[in-house]
């Protein structure tokens, strides 16, 4: 496999060291030497024997700065005090904060944002407990929920080395869609602690999306949680790759000119992604999708342990064909995979159908480098996005909330996210589409805006909306 690119970083190196024993010079000769580019000094304290100085480096990824920091290490008088980097810094004391909508300026705004005015708020409130949604953080709030059990691919690293990807996420639903999230790592594992805790601490918020939990346990998590909440549950490693997959095939067959009900599905790796993928592409349209796991092509003829590959056996590969990745992709005319670096190879490429699609989404390493794919394939796609046609969840999750709150949706079911999928794709238009172009930038901004007139249009068509967006709040306002 051909070395996938890697972008330059810049990282800070705090050093002390003797003036006796070394000089600047031969520490930026040093450094030089090991490919790094000194890009700026900053003297922290000096003495006549002795500096401390910040040194800003540009490095080619993370391997090469532990290189340069080893072989500064190595020289006589030299100590490192610290090292950060540009994303270190930003993570400082974390990266979202709570800051009031109307500040309090005297007496007469903190009797009425805090006692004795806010009483007459509460029991507006115990009267009529639908009011939370229009005079509570309810309306707009959404919870980010994680055990850190299967962080990115990192794995089960612990809820407290969570955070800074749950702060990440309730970073991108504000900037995206203006939607307030809150970061809720939880320190257990067990389902059942799981489902009581957010139930409990639902009176807060307008939705609830589940991140990061391992598979099989995401899937009882949120299908109790659908059941026994009435507000949004979106478990988004499941649904969100799902949906943007849905819309990038949607134009990618639009290239092809196949038809969605023709084609042959080829999946790689049945866990959470994979089976909300198979469940999206079925209720889509979707008649053969044959999902592979390391024990071969899921079929009914064998017996398994996990639930969820039987669950997935009865759903799929209508021939009921068995055999390997190599046995069952030919003749596919779409690859999907949710897996591991490495599973597809050229091989494979050549044995599947005319103009092939591929969705190689492993991150950070996809199942084929794409540069070797490139000359097999007519359209490719990825989760990096330092490749065309990035399947980013990030097209999704904030345009999806925004509707469900706007319209108080009970939960977020299969026609609103079929019709997501489906704005996502149309926001390309017929003259921008292209092998390299079949999603749009997750910077384009009318991405958020068609998927919440699309959420809210599914969610009152299908009979989950429960708010009226015109008459409710002009009647609360009048009966006060």
Not at 26 to 33: L, R, S, Y
Request: aromatic content about 6%; some cysteine.
């Amino acid at each position: 496999m051909s070395q996938l690119s890697n972008a330059s970083m810049n990282i800070i190196i705090r050093l002390h060291f003797q003036k006796n024993l070394i000089t600047f010079s031969e520490i930026a000769k040093v450094i030089g030497e090991a490919g790094g580019d000194v890009i700026g000094i900053d003297v922290i304290s000096t003495s006549k024997t002795q500096t401390v100085r910040d040194i800003t480096i540009t490095v080619k990824n993370q391997q090469h700065g532990q290189t340069v920091m080893d072989e500064i290490s190595q020289q006589e008088g030299v100590k490192i005090l610290s090292v950060s980097d540009r994303t270190f810094l930003l993570h400082l004391g974390g990266k979202i904060e709570i800051t009031p909508k109307n500040p309090i300026k005297n007496r007469d705004d903190l009797s009425r944002v805090y006692t004795p005015g806010v009483a007459q708020v509460c029991n507006a409130i115990a009267d009529e407990p639908l009011k939370a949604h229009s005079l509570t953080i309810k309306r707009n709030t959404v919870a980010v929920v994680s055990d850190g059990t299967a962080v990115l691919g990192l794995g089960d690293i612990g809820p407290l080395a969570a955070m800074p990807v749950m702060e990440g996420k309730a970073m991108l639903f504000k900037q995206m869609a203006d939607v307030d999230a809150f970061p809720i790592c939880l320190d257990t594992k067990d389902p059942e602690e799981i489902i009581s805790i957010v139930k409990s601490i639902a009176p807060a918020f307008g939705g609830v999306n589940l991140e990061d939990i391992s598979s099989p346990r995401c899937f009882e998590i949120e299908e109790r949680l659908k059941a026994e909440m009435d507000i949004p549950v979106f478990h988004d490693d499941q649904h969100g790759t799902a949906v943007v997959l849905l819309a990038g095939l949607y134009n990618a067959l639009k290239l092809t000119g196949k038809n969605i009900e023709s084609i042959k599905v080829v999946l790689n790796g049945v866990g959470a992604a994979g089976t909300a993928c198979a469940k999206m592409l079925l209720a889509a349209g979707v008649k053969n999708i044959i999902g592979v796991d390391r024990v071969g092509a899921i079929n009914r003829n064998e017996t398994y342990d996990n639930k969820n590959w039987t669950d997935f056996a009865y759903m799929t590969n209508p021939e009921n064909i068995s055999g390997s990745l190599t046995d069952v992709i030919i003749g596919a005319d779409v690859f999907i995979g949710v897996s591991a670096p490495g599973v597809l190879t050229v091989e494979h490429l050549k044995t599947m159908a005319k103009d092939p699609i591929v969705f190689a989404l492993a991150n950070p390493v996809p199942e084929i480098d794409p540069e070797l794919a490139e000359p097999y394939v007519r359209v490719m796609a990825t989760g990096r996005s330092d490749f065309p046609n990035q399947i980013n969840n990030v097209l999704c999750f904030p345009g999806i909330f925004r509707g469900a709150l706007d319209c108080r949706a009970s939960e977020i079911n299969e026609e609103m996210k079929i019709a997501t999928a489906k704005a996502i794709a149309n926001v390309v238009s017929d003259d921008e589409l292209s092998e390299t172009y079949i999603v749009p930038s997750v910077f384009n901004q009318k991405v958020v805006e068609k998927v919440r007139e699309a959420v809210v249009k599914a969610a009152y068509e299908s009979g989950v909306a429960r708010k009226d967006l015109f008459k409710e709040e002009n009647a609360l306002v009048r009966s006060y």
